[in-house]
């Protein structure tokens, strides 16, 4: 599946997940509640990168690297919050 096609899918499943807290949806804690598991997913996995990066000494690229990764995980989380 094409990496756009999959983030329509995305959207779709994350709008039915903040539809369903109904009068709840634009509470921000909320939504943090909603989506936990998924935030402390990607907090864990960033913590392991971050630690082999540290381990392994190579902080010139990879500190970019992560910068991206973290943009472009926590992204579906706004834009759908934006979409509202």
Known sequence: M??????KVVHREYRARIDSLGDEADDPDARAE???????WYR???QAG???TKK???FDLT???????VTNL????FFVA???
């Open 74 to 77: 926590v992204s579906p989380f």
């Open 44 to 46: 864990e996995r960033l």
């Open 56 to 58: 392994s000494g190579k």
């Open 82 to 84: 934006s979409q509202r």
């Open 63 to 69: 500190i970019g690297h992560y910068a991206r990764m």
């Open 50 to 52: 971050v630690h082999e």
């Open 2 to 7: 094409p990496s756009n096609e999959w983030t």
């Open 34 to 40: 909603l989506f936990r598991p998924q935030i402390e």
